[in-house]
C-alpha cells in the first residue's frame, strides 16, 4: 500500500534552533510527496510538494524539505524556529487511483517552539 | 482571491437532528473532497466528486451523504448525526490531470453533537 509514515507525534523545539518533522514513504514507482501545516480550529495549509528535479525543495514561511530516495524520506526542516511555527505537520503522498488521484496523509506530527 | 470556504465555521447540532455543512470554491476545480478530522489525527477521506461523479469510501458510514448541484458547491450531508460524528470537517478541491498537484482546502466546519 502507498503510505506516508510520521514517526514522531510530537517535537518540541527552542525558537531560534534548527527543526526537523520527519516523514517516510512507501510508495510504487515516483512519489508525489507534500508537506502541509494546520493551525488550531483552521483547514491544511500546503508548505511544499516534492514531484521531480531538486531533492530540496523550499516552501512556505521558510521552510524546506529534503527528498531522499534511498532512505525514502522527506524530512521537513526550518534552520530557525519561530514560535508561530507551533502547529500541526502532516506528510503526505498523492497516488493515482483508478479515477482519480488520492491524498493520503500521515498521522500529524505537533510541533511546538518555546520561547 | 480565488479559495475554498466552508460554512458554517462551527456548528452545533442536536443528536439525531440533520446537519448540512456547504462547501464552495472559486478555483474551478473539477475535483471536490470531503474529510473528517478527529483530535489532530490525519484527515479521513469521506467521498468525493469528480465533475459529478460521486466516490464514496468503502467505510464511510450510510449516515453521510453529499450533494454537488453544480462546479462550485458540495455539501456533506449527516442524516442522524451521533456523538462520535463530532469533529472537524474539511473540504478540499484539486484540479484533474495529474498526481503533481496538492489539495487546496477550506478552513473547515466544527460539528458539536448535544
Known amino acids: 500500500a502507498q503510505s506516508v509514515a510520521q514517526p514522531e507525534d510530537q517535537v518540541n523545539v527552542a525558537e531560534g534552533n534548527p527543526l526537523t518533522v520527519k516523514c517516510t514513504y512507501s510508495?510504487?514507482?515516483?512519489?508525489?510527496l507534500f508537506w502541509y501545516v494546520q493551525y488550531p480550529n483552521r483547514g491544511l495549509q500546503f508548505l511544499l510538494k516534492y514531484i521531480t528535479g531538486d531533492n530540496l525543495v523550499k516552501g512556505s514561511y521558510g521552510f524546506e524539505a529534503e527528498f531522499n530516495k534511498s532512505q525514502t524520506s522527506f524530512h521537513l526542516k526550518k534552520p530557525s524556529a519561530l514560535v508561530s511555527d507551533s502547529a500541526l505537520y502532516f506528510c503526505?503522498?498523492?497516488?493515482?487511483?483508478?479515477?482519480?488521484?488520492?491524498?493520503?496523509f500521515g498521522a500529524g506530527t505537533r510541533l511546538t517552539v518555546k520561547p | 482571491d480565488a479559495m475554498v470556504i466552508q460554512n458554517p465555521r462551527y456548528q452545533v447540532t442536536q443528536f439525531g437532528k440533520p446537519v448540512t455543512l456547504s462547501c464552495s470554491q472559486t478555483?474551478?476545480?473539477?475535483?471536490m473532497y470531503w474529510y473528517q478530522q478527529k483530535s489532530s489525527q490525519a484527515p479521513k477521506l469521506l467521498f468525493h466528486?469528480?465533475?459529478?461523479?460521486?466516490?464514496n469510501e468503502a467505510d464511510t458510514p450510510d449516515n453521510f451523504q453529499s450533494r454537488r448541484p453544480n462546479t462550485s458547491f458540495c455539501f456533506l450531508d449527516i442524516r442522524s448525526p451521533g456523538l462520535g460524528d463530532a469533529a472537524m470537517y474539511l473540504c478540499?478541491?484539486?484540479?484533474?490531470?495529474?498526481?503533481?498537484?496538492?489539495?487546496?482546502f477550506g478552513s473547515g466546519t466544527r460539528l458539536t453533537v448535544v
Open positions: 510508495v510504487s514507482g515516483n512519489p508525489y
Open positions: 478555483l474551478n476545480h473539477n475535483v
Open positions: 466528486y469528480y465533475d459529478k461523479d460521486f466516490n
Open positions: 478540499a478541491t484539486s484540479s484533474q490531470g495529474g498526481t503533481a498537484y496538492g489539495y487546496t
Open positions: 503526505a503522498v498523492r497516488v493515482q487511483l483508478y479515477n482519480n488521484n488520492d491524498m493520503r
